[in-house]
Structure formats: C-alpha cells, structure tokens
C-alpha cells in the first residue's frame, strides 16, 4: 500500500533541497541561497537497495520567529514529520551546532520517530572534518558526513533510512481490508460521513470550507468487513487555491486517490454536480479507481416521486465518462442510506478485482465484431485478432489488431461497453490497450 515516507529537515540553507535533488537523481527542488526558498513539501519517488520509498523535501525550520511565512514553512515542515516514517535531518559543518539545530534536534527525539543525523557540505574526500563530533550532542546518534553537491557519503545515508523503516509486510493493510477515499470539493460533508460511520469524532467537522487540510486515516471493521477511509481536504479550483496549506491539501487528496482501492466521489444535493466535481471524479476515474457517486444532504431536499431519478439522470448526463458508476443517495447527518455504502463498497471493489478468462473475452469480441462490423478506411478494414486480460485494478485488456489506427475511439467504446453487457464490471473503468500485429512489449 503507502510507501515509507522519508522527510528531509532542518534550519535554512544547510542544504536540504539540494540533498533532495542528488537523492532523487534529477533536480526537483528550487536550490537557492536565501531563506525560505522551499515553502511546500515536495515529494519524490525512490528505491534503494530494491526498497522503495517516497522522500519529501521541506521548507528550512525556524523554531522561535514573527514571520508569518516562516511559521508557515515551520507547520508544513511539522506536518511532514508527523506523517514521516524516517525523518533525516540536515545540518551544516560550516556553521557547526546551533541554537536551531539543537531546538529541532529536541523536537525530534519527542516525536518518537527514528532520525537519521546528516552533517552536510563535507565536500573533502578522504579527511574527516574534526567539526563532526560536536554534532554527537545533539543526543540523535552518529552523525554521517555527506556532500549534497558532489554526492559523498549518499549510500551511508540511504542504508540508514532503509533500515530504520518498518518491516515490509507493516506497510500493507490486510489483504481483504479495502482502503476507501472520500474525496470531493469542499463542504460536502466527508468529515461528517467519516465521523457517522466512525461513531465518533475522528476528524474536525466545519462549516468553513478547508477546514480538513490532510488526509487523515481511519480504521473501521463491521460485519461487512474492513475499510480504512481516507478522509481528504476539499479540492477547489487552481485559481482558488491561494493558502499554501490548501494546494498541498490538493496534492494529499491526489495521493489518497492513489492509495485507494474505491473512492466515494460526495456530491451536495443542493448544488448537484458542479465543474469542480467533474475534475474530482476524473482525477479519480484516471486514476483507474473504482468509484461510487454518493450524493450526500438527500434530507435537505424537497423532494416528490421524479426527483431521484431526475437528479440521477442530471449526474450521469454531467459525469458522463463514469456512468459505470453507481449513485447513492444519503445523508451524513440523519445516516440515511449510510450503511448501503458497504455493500457497494464490496461490490465495486469486487468488480475492479475481476478476472476474465481469455476465452470467454474472445467470445465476447467475436460476437461483438459480428453484431457491428469494424470500421474501414480507404479499403483497409480493421480486424481484431485476440483480446487477453493483463490487470486489475482496474481491468486491462490487450487488444491485438491489424492496424492500431483504424481502432477508432467509438469503436473502443463499443467493445467496452459488449464487455460490461457481459461480464457487468459496474463501479470501475475499464483499461484498453491497442496492440498492432508485430509490436513488441514494451
């Protein structure tokens, strides 16, 4: 599931940006010499070693400051400790310990999480800088010389974080425990359907829009079975996204799609489906996630026998390219139809997981092709050969052919839509991949 998070910290301009950047093998970081260059976390990929891990790059500490900005970078900063699996900081030789060094040291060593010591701009190969030992009272271990510019000593530091994470098997749910997003823009009630099916408390609910500013994970067990629900900051429009903690809010909500097995995309019933729900529910839909339209505060709508199935023809007219998807009507506050969600959950998550045989796919596509002839051009007619499953989550299908261009789009979506009438596949998108006779695997 999540990958251990590694956060590099400290005070400004020891260094950490750059660090980032060598570590991560290209230059994602802004590298400057002033204070405050890097205000947002920024994250990178990475393995070593055959481990993979996520690395997060974080605005310079200052622990005691007025500045409005630098008690921002200081918050972003603490969140990415909190979330952080190993946490390496970042000091300067040149500068030796500091008063800053050693308040973040003791922020640290009360986090409880395992650090890894860096002294960094050691940039003489083969002579150790004496200086180094006085970093030993910062009370975090032994301090490993590196060189952020010329790379030195990068495979120390690796091998100390990739020791320190937790065992393999710990940063995987169960197997059969379903990892669901609540995702959707904000104000539309996932922290108040988090807390209703929690039967508690668990995430701040607010009528102030951005109130959820990370994704917060939840553990949840019934006699449906296990879940654990993402709840996410509102996504808002670009252009309305001005508070830095509310575009990182963006891109934790982007990673919580990414860890989800389903995600319930919430809709307000007052409003119905707006722009910002269209990209919602199409970040979630190219994600290749499975999905289910839950629109929520169903209690505050004057309502008559026409006005489900209107406002469930008006979403499927708005989000168009998921009508695979299921609609459900509830209300957060009242529980009405909440507890509908876990068998849907199950479903669509049961449905992205399917596997079909190639021979019943071949099946499917014969009759398919025999029913709506494939489209030609110039004399050229398509012919599909053979259509294979290669994934889940959600299912792909490889579909070899003569020529890849005459595959047209509409066509695309007429096998897919024979193969749901077939085998359902509701609640998931669909993957297809053209392949043209004689092209290799890439």
Known sequence: MAKPLVAIVGRPNVGKSMLFNKLAGKRLSIVEDVPGVTRDRLYADADWNGREFT???????????????????????????????????VTDIHTGVTAADSE?????????????????????????????????SLGLGDPIAVSAVHGHGTGDLLDACVKAFPPEDETETDDDTICVAMIGRPNVGKSSLTNYILGENRVIVSDVAGTTRDAVDSYFENE????????????????????????YSVLRAQQAIERADVCLILIDAQDGV??????????????????????????????????MDK??????????????????????????????????????????????????LN???????ARVQPPSDKGRRLKLYYMTQTGIK???????????????????????????????LEGTPIKIVVRQKGDKDN
Request: aromatic share 8%.
């Open 55 to 89: 690395m997060v790059d974080t605005g310079g500490i200052e622990p005691k400051t007025n500045s409005e900005i630098l008690r921002f970078i200081r918050e972003q900063a603490e969140i990415a400790i909190e979330t952080a699996d190993v946490i390496v900081l």
């Open 104 to 136: 973040i040291a003791s922020m640290l060593q009360r986090c409880g999480k395992p650090v890894v010591l860096v002294v960094n701009k050691m940039d003489s190969t083969g002579i150790t800088d004496p200086g180094i030992y006085e970093f030993y």
């Open 224 to 247: 449906h079975g296990k879940y654990l629900f993402i709840d996410t900051a509102g996504m808002r429009r670009k252009s309305k996204v001005e508070d830095k903690i509310e575009k």
């Open 274 to 307: 707006t722009d910002q729900d269209t990209k919602v529910a199409g970040m979630a839909h190219e994600a290749g996630k499975a999905c289910i339209i839950v629109v929520n505060k169903w209690d505050l709508i004057e309502k008559n026998d026409r006005t």
């Open 311 to 360: 406002m469930r023809k008006d979403i499927m007219r708005d989000l168009s390219f998921m009508t695979y998807a299921p609609i459900v009507f509830i209300s957060a506050l009242t529980g009405q139809r909440v507890d509908r969600l876990f068998e849907l959950i199950n479903y669509v998550n049961d449905q992205s997981s399917m596997r079909i045989t190639t021979g019943m």
């Open 363 to 369: 099946n499917v596509l014969e009759d398919a092709t």
């Open 394 to 424: 959600p299912p792909c299908f490889v579909i070899f052919v003569n020529n890849a261009e005459l595959f047209h789009f509409s066509y695309q979506r007429y096998i897919e839509n024979q193969i749901r009438a077939v085998f359902g």
